[in-house]
């Protein structure tokens, strides 16, 4: 994994983190919680929307784009078929609003849900098309300017009185600004059903139902939380939730989806090259790396929660986050190990299919849990009912690779000695845990990399101590 690769998957995917950070910071303040529990329903929905009717053409997309690249048609029936499946859905939501007569599933409320999935699906298929294109500079431009224009465009219509709604047409219209270059550039306006393809379109299906599923059930995890606290409770305690689920897993897992960008691709050149042992070992060391960042991510953004939330959170949503904090982090740390290690597995051997089972147990466990213990234990009893979720898919998706596949090339030395590494930041970390405001929040955070640093130097975790003797003499020679 270079440094380059490192820095390009940062750009384009941490700086629009950071701007979205910033965005949770601002709305939680001009919004009230139950104003960003609808803001939060509407995302879920559309999520749940996107991934059944649409991620199986961004997979598909992603998958054959070096093959036909070349053939206008291979673009024209994705297009089409991206048209198609908006038209179906436009037809399912007008039936929807004969069914929902409340003011919370008003029309205005399913369209903007419609139309909030239609751009999300439409954006993911750009990205995927520049992913594939190894434009990571279109990328992160792309996903940088979508973010900080919906920040602004957001801000500007909340000031403007028009509440959640006003922030959901903002970010919508700040996809469309950003998605029009693209969309011109590779697209085009004009359709040509001539050139549509129905051996694409079975080729696609074949390849993506399966992942499309797995990635279903998913997004069921992480959102049919807050639709079932919504029926259970109300949309203040959806909105709560949502925002602290969200700040917590961005965290967490952006950084996890990062290190899996740069050091996949090194997987299976490894495995076109060298063969599946030596692939094996390649993934033990990205599964090393992976919990050396996540690890200790997890551990500090736990300990120094007080801080993060007075900082990011508006006022009334703080008291409640803090209690949500540790269960939605180490959900986030066991999804990130689930999709970038032991899932990494099944795409080596491509046999997909295999991880239908683990996450559709999940995603029902997760969903008998969330009416089992809402009720006992309000939002906290969502947090855990997703750890339990996610745990239970790492353990049946693990058992299945020991099994069908081979047993899963964990670094268990590197592993403990991450472990007790931690164990050292946090405590060093422990003293200045409850101090809040930004001098308190950079002491922490260098305090935290200094006792980390030195832990896993002491201990010589992935041979850290050689990499720092290499870089001290290069700085010493010059």
């Excluded at 980390?452 to 975790?461: K, P, R, V």
């Amino acid at each position: 994994m270079s440094s380059r690769q490192a820095f390009a998957y940062f750009l384009s995917h941490g700086v629009p983190a950071l701007v979205s950070f910033a965005s949770i910071a601002v709305f939680t303040r001009l919004l009230s919680p139950e104003a960003y529990g609808m803001y939060a329903l509407v995302f879920a929905i559309a999520g749940m929307l996107n991934a059944v009717l649409f991620e199986w053409l961004k997979l598909s997309l992603l998958r054959y784009y070096i093959k036909y690249k070349n053939d206008v048609g291979f673009f024209e029936t994705i297009k089409l078929s991206f048209i198609a499946l908006m038209l179906t859905s436009f037809i399912i939501g007008v039936g929807a609003m004969f069914f929902f007569k409340d003011n919370e599933f008003s029309p205005l409320f399913i369209l903007i849900t419609l139309v909030l999935s239609w751009t999300q699906s439409w954006n993911s298929i750009n990205l995927s098309l520049m992913r594939a294109r190894l434009d990571p500079k279109s990328y992160g431009m792309l996903a940088f300017n979508r973010t900080t224009l919906g920040l602004v465009l957001g801000t500007a219509l909340i000031y403007a009185g028009f509440a959640e709604i006003g922030l959901l047409i903002g970010l919508i219209l700040a996809f469309w600004i950003t998605l029009l270059l693209p969309t011109l550039k590779y697209w085009k306006i004009t359709i040509k059903p001539n050139l549509f393809k129905t051996e694409y379109i079975k080729q696609f299906l074949k390849y993506g139902m399966p992942l499309t599923m797995t990635l279903l059930m998913g997004v069921i995890i992480h959102n049919s939380d807050r639709l079932i606290i919504n029926y259970l409770m109300d949309t203040s305690a959806t909105g709560i939730y949502a925002v602290t689920y969200d700040l917590s897993e961005q965290s967490i897992f952006t950084l996890m989806m990062m290190i899996n960008l740069a050091a996949f691709p090194l997987v299976l050149k490894v495995m076109e090259e060298k063969g599946e042992k030596a692939a094996y070992v390649q993934v033990s060391k990205n599964t090393a790396i992976l919990f050396f960042v996540s690890l200790p991510a997890v551990a500090g953004f736990v300990m120094i929660s007080p801080n993060i939330v007075h900082l990011l959170l508006g006022e009334s949503f703080r008291s409640d986050a803090l209690g949500l904090i540790p269960y939605i982090a180490i959900g986030a740390l066991l999804k990130g190990f689930k999709l970038y290690s032991v899932d990494i597995m099944f795409h080596l051997k491509q046999r997909t299919a295999l991880q239908i089972g683990p996450v559709v147990f999940a995603g029902l466990l997760n969903i008998f849990l969330n009416f089992t213990l809402i009720p006992i234990y309000g939002i906290e009893g969502a947090a855990i009912s997703t750890v339990a979720a996610y745990a239970s898919a790492v353990i049946l998706s693990w058992i299945l690779v020991h099994v069908q596949i081979n047993p899963l090339p964990f670094p268990w030395i590197e592993f403990l000695k991450v472990i007790a590494a931690t164990i050292i930041m946090s405590l060093a970390l422990w003293p200045l845990s409850e101090e809040t405001g930004f001098l308190a929040l950079f002491l922490q955070l260098i305090l935290g990399a200094i006792a980390f640093g030195f832990s896993a130097c002491l201990l010589n975790i992935l041979d850290v101590r050689q990499g720092v003797g290499k870089l001290a003499s290069k700085i010493l020679k010059r």
